[in-house]
């Protein structure tokens, strides 16, 4: 089976340039951690705000790991796009893909719908040239 190129958004220059912008921030971008999740093993090392009165983290002392900040955040324009640069659009059945704009969004199909609907949405949006963000994979690894 030959590749099939996957649609592309249509993107002014400006996105395009804040969407790498935005890659670039997220490769700098440290990893946050629950504070003093390296002392104890039941801390997870998922973020969690410091709250506590005492808490050296939420006084972002030096010496302490990098607090989650609004400084962190990337571009507004580009802000919540998929990385490929399309805006998600959650499916539930074949319908709602009349609505969706193949030229700015891209599909992601619930987790919910089951293999035989999945197949029917994967059809009509490639009928439509629709992307669509998770679609099923064969054992061979391709897509069907």
């Known amino acids: 089976m030959a590749h099939e190129v996957k649609p592309k958004p249509k993107l002014t220059d400006e996105e395009k340039r804040l969407l790498r912008m935005r890659n670039a ?4 971008r440290p990893k946050f951690r629950m504070a ?5 093993k039941r801390l997870d090392e998922v973020w969690r705000k410091p709250k506590g009165k005492h808490s050296k ?5 030096g010496y302490r790991p990098p607090v989650v900040d609004s400084g962190f955040r990337g571009p507004r324009a580009v802000r919540g796009l998929h990385p ?3 805006r998600e659009v959650l499916i539930h059945n074949p319908k709602e893909l009349e609505n969706v704009d193949p030229e700015r969004e891209a599909v992601r199909i ?9 197949e029917v949405i994967e059809k009509r949006a490639k009928e439509l040239g629709i992307r669509v963000l998770n679609p099923v994979l064969t054992r061979g690894g391709e897509e069907e």
């Open 36 to 40: 003093d999740w390296w002392r104890f």
């Open 84 to 86: 490929s640069g399309f």
């Open 25 to 28: 921030m997220n490769r700098k």
């Open 57 to 61: 983290l939420r006084e972002h002392k």
């Open 110 to 118: 619930a987790s919910t719908v089951g293999m035989r609907k999945r």
